[in-house]
């Protein structure tokens, strides 16, 4: 799925320096869809569907932000623990969930979380959001 000419424009008009995203998510059809809206908005983004795969990308190369997908309730677990192996190999590196509401109060684990409500720009300002937080510190 192509996002649309609008969305394009919309997003890519608030580009700024290419900040580094590592994106975790399991779900084969929504990751091609968040990395592309991410890219058109000026982040450098590496994905993977696996979180197994995760920890060996983060020894490739820096990344301002590592955003985990956490796919309903059950995805929790899955995500905490992904979220420790991260800051035990790298404590200093900045890690955001990405999920709904109800899952966001169930955690505590990651810096930060990015609503996930599919709204693509919406989503874009909260990955921007968290990594001018970080800027800040």
Not at 35 to 58: N, Q, W, Y
Not at 102 to 115: F, G, H, N, Q, S
Not at 128 to 134: D, F, M, N, Q, S
């Amino acid at each position: 799925m192509q996002p649309s000419r609008a969305l394009v424009t919309d997003l890519s008009q608030n580009q700024t320096a290419s900040h580094a995203v590592l994106h975790v998510c399991q779900r084969e059809m929504l990751r091609p869809l968040r990395d592309e809206v991410l890219r058109i908005s000026g982040f450098h983004v590496d994905s993977t569907l696996k979180a197994t795969e995760a920890i060996p990308m983060l020894a490739t190369r820096p990344y301002d932000l590592v955003l985990i997908d956490v796919e309903g309730e059950r995805g929790i677990p899955t995500a905490e623990h992904l979220c420790s192996e991260i800051k035990t190999e790298k404590p200093e590196q900045v890690v955001a969930f990405t999920c709904n509401w109800r899952v966001a109060i169930l955690t505590d684990c990651p810096d930060d979380i990015v609503r996930s409500e599919f709204d693509p720009a919406a989503f874009v300002a909260g990955v921007r959001k968290v990594i001018e937080e970080l800027r800040k510190q």
